[in-house]
């Protein structure tokens, strides 16, 4: 997504990394950066300044804000927690229609075992995730799976269709799988907390990297491919989190918390 700056080192070819060695509390995607990387929602909103991108447009005067490369990835135990407050809402589940959307990094290790990217506390609400080597979208009863994609980064969107009763897949932008659904998604309670890596801190989170994570209640995509680039306009979604050392959610520019989590010098 986000292009690394000029300045930068060229090591990361392309902005995609091999993932680094399995290790027993670290991620398996791009490699996060040198010493204490380790944050919690105390100290996350560290942006440190960042540089200009190299856009090739001539200087008009007027600098341009810096496109930053960082992706999210997670220790063992480690997730983020997102209320309604975060995303200007009066709740995550208002209706029952969702469009959930992220890169994230597909390696050997994430086909083994079942990976939240992200849900909605309650067996019955929504969750996007891997199970058995699929990638898997579940609302209230129903559930879609696809294939899941090529190793390295990939763009996953979900989208829960309330009114046309469906619901559907794009992988990297292209329409990948539809299925007829019906309400209703369920919660367990009045105020659900929108989830991202895993479920809470007891372990079992997604073991490598997600970055650019949007969420909105409303239907985004209907057509058979969609953008995916990073200067989308943030109209009608509610969350979108680029993870830039930071949990700010750009659409309302609330924090929102999380632990055990590790920033990354790469992105898409």
């Given at each position: 997504?986000?292009?690394?700056?000029?300045?930068?080192?060229?090591?990361?070819?392309?902005?995609?990394?091999?993932?680094?060695?399995?290790?027993?509390?670290?991620?398996?995607?791009?490699?996060?950066?040198?010493?204490?990387?380790?944050?919690?929602?105390?100290?996350?909103?560290?942006?440190?300044?960042?540089?200009?991108?190299?856009?090739?447009?001539?200087?008009?005067?007027?600098?341009?804000?810096?496109?930053?490369?960082?992706?999210?990835?997670?220790?063992?135990?480690?997730?983020?927690?997102?209320?309604?407050?975060?995303?200007?809402?009066?709740?995550?589940?208002?209706?029952?229609?969702?469009?959930?959307?992220?890169?994230?990094?597909?390696?050997?290790?994430?086909?083994?075992?079942?990976?939240?990217?992200?849900?909605?506390?309650?067996?019955?609400?929504?969750?996007?995730?891997?199970?058995?080597?699929?990638?898997?979208?579940?609302?209230?009863?129903?559930?879609?799976?696809?294939?899941?994609?090529?190793?390295?980064?990939?763009?996953?969107?979900?989208?829960?269709?309330?009114?046309?009763?469906?619901?559907?897949?794009?992988?990297?932008?292209?329409?990948?799988?539809?299925?007829?659904?019906?309400?209703?998604?369920?919660?367990?309670?009045?105020?659900?907390?929108?989830?991202?890596?895993?479920?809470?801190?007891?372990?079992?989170?997604?073991?490598?990297?997600?970055?650019?994570?949007?969420?909105?209640?409303?239907?985004?995509?209907?057509?058979?491919?969609?953008?995916?680039?990073?200067?989308?306009?943030?109209?009608?979604?509610?969350?979108?989190?680029?993870?830039?050392?930071?949990?700010?959610?750009?659409?309302?520019?609330?924090?929102?918390?999380?632990?055990?989590?590790?920033?990354?010098?790469s992105c898409p």
């Amino acid at each position: 997504m986000r292009l690394a700056t000029a300045l930068l080192p060229v090591v990361l070819l392309g902005c995609l990394p091999p993932p680094r060695p399995a290790a027993d509390v670290a991620p398996s995607g791009p490699p996060a950066p040198t010493g204490d990387d380790t944050a919690t929602s105390e100290h996350v909103d560290d942006t440190g300044g960042g540089i200009p991108a190299d856009t090739g447009d001539d200087d008009t005067g007027a600098p341009a804000p810096p496109l930053q490369c960082h992706a999210l990835a997670f220790e063992r135990n480690g997730h983020v927690m997102i209320t309604a407050e975060e995303v200007s809402s009066e709740s995550l589940f208002d209706s029952h229609s969702a469009t959930i959307e992220m890169w994230a990094w597909f390696s050997s290790e994430t086909r083994d075992g079942s990976w939240l990217l992200a849900g909605l506390d309650g067996i019955q609400a929504w969750r996007l995730g891997i199970e058995v080597g699929e990638l898997v979208l579940r609302a209230g009863v129903h559930t879609l799976s696809v294939p899941m994609p090529d190793n390295g980064w990939n763009h996953i969107a979900g989208v829960i269709d309330g009114e046309n009763e469906e619901m559907s897949f794009y992988v990297n932008g292209v329409f990948s799988g539809r299925k007829d659904w019906s309400p209703p998604m369920v919660s367990a309670t009045s105020s659900p907390v929108l989830h991202l890596g895993g479920w809470h801190a007891e372990g079992g989170s997604w073991p490598s990297a997600i970055d650019e994570v949007r969420f909105s209640h409303r239907v985004m995509y209907a057509g058979p491919n969609i953008e995916t680039g990073p200067d989308r306009a943030l109209d009608d979604w509610l969350g979108v989190w680029r993870f830039d050392e930071n949990l700010q959610n750009e659409a309302s520019g609330a924090e929102s918390a999380g632990v055990n989590i590790l920033f990354t010098d790469s992105c898409p």
